[in-house]
């Protein structure tokens, strides 16, 4: 499809175990974002990428947390020792450009730690 | 304070019915912001952009008061299908980054 693809839809994963998000973004989209958006909350920013660059990681939570586009294209975000905290839905954007435009999100990795 | 805020809700509307809620925020030199709609379990989706001289699509009409802090989203004849949680998208910060209010939930009740 033309859209954002996001991997895994689901994922379950025991206290610890590392885990890894996988975003496809619209083919030629520049900016690709990582927002974390627990249950009744709006999305949180985690980070930013601009083509390979990582703009700005200031939203990630701790240093658990790891984004890379080693490509400009495809993002994973990795989170290592996962805890229950960490239990939310990541969702991935991409917007055409650099600064300014629409994003358009993928349908979320939803990760729930036991 | 935080730096974009929504009333939660829920507003419980009958449908036809006009209704409005606000967004403040905190700080921001933008010239553009957003309105987001998002389905139960769905993903974010971009209902419409606010500009300094306000938007209307429609039943949808969005303001800006730079003056107040606050952008406003005004839904007309209100329809079963309005139903969602509508968020408000601030630009703030360096590198783009776009906050996100937490939402507000508009239930439309036959």
């Known amino acids: 499809g033309a859209g954002v693809s996001q991997s895994p839809r689901y994922k379950v994963a025991k206290r610890g175990q590392d885990v890894a998000l996988r975003c496809d973004p619209i083919?030629?989209?520049?900016?690709l974002f990582w927002y974390q958006q627990a249950l009744g909350q709006g999305p949180e920013f985690l980070t930013y990428?601009?083509?390979?660059?990582?703009?700005?990681k200031s939203g990630l939570p701790s240093d658990r947390f790891f984004a890379e586009r080693p490509e400009g294209s495809v993002s994973t975000l990795k989170i290592q020792r996962t805890q229950q905290e960490d239990s939310a839905v990541y969702l991935c954007?991409?917007?055409?450009?650099?600064?300014?435009?629409?994003?358009?999100f993928g349908e979320g990795s939803r990760l729930t730690v036991l | 304070r935080k730096e974009v805020e929504q009333d939660p809700g829920p507003f419980n509307v009958p449908e036809g019915a006009t209704v409005a809620f606000n967004c403040t925020y905190s700080?921001?030199?933008?010239?553009?912001f957003f309105w987001y709609r998002q389905d139960c379990r769905k993903e974010p989706k971009l209902l419409m952009s606010?500009?300094?001289s306000g938007n209307e699509d429609g039943r949808f009409t969005a303001q800006l008061n730079r003056a107040s802090q606050y952008i406003s989203l005004l839904i007309r004849d209100s329809k079963l299908s309005d139903s969602a949680t509508y968020l408000c998208?601030?630009?703030?910060?360096?590198?783009?980054?776009?906050?996100f209010g937490k939402g507000t939930h508009l239930i439309i009740q036959p």
């Open positions: 954007a991409s917007r055409e450009l650099a600064a300014t435009g629409e994003l358009f």
């Open positions: 083919s030629g989209h520049v900016s």
């Open positions: 990428f601009q083509n390979e660059a990582q703009l700005d």
């Open positions: 700080n921001s030199a933008s010239q553009s």
């Open positions: 606010v500009y300094s």
């Open positions: 998208v601030v630009p703030l910060g360096g590198a783009d980054g776009l906050t």
